[in-house]
């Protein structure tokens, strides 16, 4: 199967590029904007793999990025949550319209399916009751959760109007190995970094917010099942299925790592939803339990990649 993943370069295209790999049948493509991007990737020597530097943008030439494949995997965005709502217009024209130029291409080459990976937090907003389902009314309060779910929404068209088949995955908070610590996102593999140095952790707001925390090959897992799978449904949620506040990370983090650390409550943003997490009866009811691993057992996991790997300096 050929397959490409667009913005394959980050957390999780580089997890979903190395699960992918492991098939014999796959032939895998890595779209990103810049040769760099790939060092990680590149050192990990996987089999059938390539690489392609091409911007996520509306000049693109997303014809030649997609021709000859049979499935495309969407994982490009050029904003985040907290960071969204700045510049709302040029967000909107860097996502959605720029999306849609891709799902045209997606028409022309005859993709055979378009696997979007959304969010399983910014598209439902404050409005839902916990744990939420994907039947549940959106009310994003973040540009990103307006261009996530706008690109749910085009899929369904390209669907209705050129039979595209797609998937989408509403994915919750993702951590594990090859997720930078010093990023924007990633709650968890960026508190586990600051356990393994210097021990401080910046807490926006009281530590109260609730998320659904998943461990990285849980989510690959889930996804390549969705993404393969039959079913009448074509939008998945998938997390662990229960919230976990940001001071019961910590905690955690105290009991399996490092009972020293010194956390400091700053400020709340306000993009950032109180309480979210996912119903995920729908994903079992058509791929089976999902047998997630722990959060003490993902925290250890995450610490300990970073420990074998140079992130972490002795």
Same mark, same amino acid.
């Given at each position: 199967?050929?397959?490409?993943?667009?913005?394959?370069?980050?957390?999780?295209?580089?997890?979903?590029?190395?699960?992918?790999?492991?098939?014999?049948?796959?032939?895998?493509?890595?779209?990103?904007?810049?040769?760099?991007?790939?060092?990680?990737?590149?050192?990990?020597?996987?089999?059938?793999?390539?690489?392609?530097?091409?911007?996520?943008?509306?000049?693109?030439?997303?014809?030649?990025?997609?021709?000859?494949?049979?499935?495309?995997?969407?994982?490009?965005?050029?904003?985040?949550?907290?960071?969204?709502?700045?510049?709302?217009?040029?967000?909107?024209?860097?996502?959605?319209?720029?999306?849609?130029?891709?799902?045209?291409?997606?028409?022309?080459?005859?993709?055979?399916?378009?696997?979007?990976?959304?969010?399983?937090?910014?598209?439902?907003?404050?409005?839902?009751?916990?744990?939420?389902?994907?039947?549940?009314?959106?009310?994003?309060?973040?540009?990103?959760?307006?261009?996530?779910?706008?690109?749910?929404?085009?899929?369904?068209?390209?669907?209705?109007?050129?039979?595209?088949?797609?998937?989408?995955? /509403?994915?919750? !908070?993702? @951590? #594990?190995?090859?997720?930078?610590?010093?990023?924007?996102? %990633?709650?968890?593999? *960026?508190?586990?970094?600051?356990?393994?140095?210097?021990?401080?952790?910046?807490?926006?707001?009281?530590?109260?917010?609730?998320?659904?925390?998943?461990?990285?090959?849980?989510?690959?897992?889930?996804?390549?099942?969705?993404?393969?799978?039959?079913?009448?449904?074509?939008?998945?949620?998938?997390?662990?299925?229960?919230?976990?506040?940001?001071?019961?990370?910590?905690?955690?983090?105290?009991?399996?790592?490092?009972?020293?650390?010194?956390?400091?409550?700053?400020?709340?943003?306000?993009?950032?939803?109180?309480?979210?997490?996912?119903?995920?009866? /729908?994903?079992? !009811?058509? @791929? #089976?339990?999902?047998?997630?691993?722990?959060?003490?057992? %993902?925290?250890?996991? *995450?610490?300990?990649?970073?420990?074998?790997?140079?992130?972490?300096?002795?």
């Amino acid at each position: 199967m050929n397959i490409t993943i667009v913005g394959g370069a980050g957390f999780i295209g580089t997890n979903l590029a190395i699960h992918l790999s492991q098939k014999k049948e796959n032939k895998i493509t890595l779209i990103d904007r810049g040769e760099s991007y790939f060092n990680t990737l590149r050192s990990l020597k996987l089999p059938r793999v390539d690489f392609k530097v091409a911007p996520f943008s509306i000049d693109a030439d997303f014809d030649s990025q997609v021709k000859d494949q049979d499935v495309v995997y969407h994982l490009a965005s050029t904003v985040i949550p907290g960071t969204s709502n700045q510049n709302i217009p040029l967000e909107l024209e860097a996502n959605i319209i720029v999306t849609a130029k891709l799902l045209d291409a997606c028409v022309r080459q005859n993709v055979k399916k378009v696997i979007f990976i959304s969010s399983g937090g910014a598209v439902y907003g404050k409005k839902g009751t916990c744990p939420i389902t994907e039947d549940t009314v959106t009310y994003p309060i973040s540009s990103y959760g307006i261009q996530k779910i706008t690109i749910e929404k085009l899929l369904y068209l390209y669907r209705y109007q050129h039979n595209l088949d797609y998937r989408v995955v /509403r994915l919750s !908070n993702p @951590y #594990g190995p090859y997720q930078r610590p010093n990023g924007k996102l %990633g709650v968890i593999t *960026t508190f586990v970094y600051k356990a393994l140095t210097d021990g401080k952790l910046d807490v926006y707001g009281d530590g109260s917010v609730i998320r659904d925390f998943i461990y990285i090959e849980d989510a690959i897992k889930g996804i390549e099942r969705i993404a393969d799978g039959e079913s009448r449904f074509r939008t998945f949620n998938l997390g662990c299925g229960k919230g976990t506040s940001i001071n019961e990370v910590i905690t955690a983090i105290k009991e399996t790592i490092r009972d020293d650390l010194t956390v400091n409550y700053i400020s709340a943003r306000d993009a950032d939803v109180p309480v979210n997490y996912l119903n995920i009866s /729908r994903y079992e !009811n058509n @791929y #089976g339990k999902l047998e997630s691993v722990g959060l003490r057992e %993902g925290i250890k996991r *995450t610490a300990e990649f970073m420990k074998k790997s140079d992130m972490i300096k002795e």
